[in-house]
């Protein structure tokens, strides 16, 4: 039995000692010379109550190979104007862009904005007016893509372009924020505090990435207080922008939202409608807007113009911006023309006859 015991313990020894070379031998690993980063989660407090400068105030996010990003933003105090935040990403080559969406601040309430990708830096801008001040936090991870719901939808959808501005002041347009799903579809919800001046109107206008003017959509208020709910013509529009225009002095404050609609929505919005009865030209909308439809009620031998021409211009006949010519002998049953047609003036119809139309537009 004791020879045995020797003769194993002879048996393991060099299996032992080949076992524990590798952990004596003093040559450096090869793992040692890694280059690339493993993705890790972050986390990260990037501002605690900082106040606003009115310019952009920059944080770096920290970079462990991340590739889904999220930021929580809080925008407080009283000062009035857009408060703003979104990440900005710059690539191999030293070009900044904007990877994801843009959220506009809501006092008070937190709000977050997501985006996926690897990028080789990341930054968070954050735009608010002296006065104001805001918190804002990061957190990373490496996973699959999410979709937007809950916080990240909300701020995706809904916009707050200005916040309790003086009533009696005009505001011109302020650099244009990105849409979240490239169109102008949607709603502006305009909210005066109190009984607001009479003659006052805003203006949305489209642009695309080199800023040539793609729509632009002029609204008229009502003095009334409260809710003012102005749906959106579905437009392509990558860049979009509002101004306000006072109609007279006022103590009183607005506010405005968009509120945009998102992919798949079906759209059961209603539409702004006229009824000509006689020769005439009508001025339908003196601004520009969506020609949606004209509807024959009843025909009468003439023709139907067509103009894409403001208010100013809409009379006899005008010498610009025809668009089409609808002839009718007079004898036709009731149809539907459907034209869903951008009017980048207004909508003015000249009818040589006296028919019974309805025209629907936004």
């Not at 930054?123 to 699959?144: E, R």
């Not at 102008?184 to 040539?212: E, Q």
């Not at 949606?292 to 009843?298: C, D, F, I, L, Q």
Request: hydrophobic fraction near 40%; glycine fraction near 10%.
């Amino acid at each position: 039995m004791i020879r045995f015991r020797q003769s194993l313990t002879r048996l393991l020894l060099p299996v032992t000692l080949v076992l524990l070379t590798p952990a004596l031998d003093p040559e450096p690993a090869a793992a040692q010379n890694l280059t690339y980063t493993i993705p890790q989660s972050v986390t990260a407090a990037l501002a605690t109550n900082v106040a606003c400068t009115g310019l952009g105030q920059t944080y770096l996010i920290p970079n462990l190979g991340q590739t889904q990003h999220t930021l929580s933003i809080q925008f407080g105090g009283a000062a009035a104007g857009q408060e703003s935040a979104t990440f900005v990403a710059t690539d191999a080559a030293g070009i900044g862009y904007t990877p994801g969406d843009t959220v506009l601040g809501i006092p008070g309430q937190t709000e977050t904005i997501t985006t996926t990708g690897y990028f080789p830096l990341l930054d968070v801008q954050i735009v608010c007016p002296v006065g104001a001040h805001f918190t804002a936090s990061y957190s990373g991870a490496s996973s699959t893509p999410f979709s937007l719901a809950g916080d990240s939808l909300s701020a995706a959808i809904s916009k707050v372009f200005y916040q309790d501005m003086p009533a009696g002041n005009s505001q011109a347009f302020v650099t244009g924020t990105l849409t979240p799903f490239g169109s102008f579809s949607g709603s502006a919800v305009f909210d005066f505090a109190a009984t607001g001046p009479s003659g006052s109107y805003i203006t949305g206008t489209c642009t695309d990435n080199s800023g040539n003017l793609v729509f632009q959509e002029k609204i008229l208020l009502s003095t009334a207080a409260g809710v003012q709910n102005f749906m959106l013509p579905d437009v392509p529009c990558v860049l979009v922008s509002w101004s306000y225009h006072s109609g007279a002095a006022s103590a009183t404050t607005w506010t405005l939202t968009e509120d945009f609609s998102a992919p798949g929505y079906a759209d059961n919005r209603s539409y702004f409608s006229a009824n000509i009865t006689s020769n005439t030209t009508t001025a339908v909308k003196g601004t520009p807007g969506i020609l949606n439809s004209v509807v024959v009620n009843a025909s009468a031998a003439g023709t139907i113009g067509i103009y894409d021409i403001g208010s100013a211009g809409c009379a006899g006949a005008p010498a610009s911006g025809l668009k089409g010519t609808i002839t009718l002998a007079g004898t036709e049953t009731p149809f539907t023309i459907p034209y869903n047609l951008t009017m980048g003036e207004g909508i003015c119809i000249v009818t040589s006859a006296s028919p019974n139309l309805t025209v629907t537009y936004q």
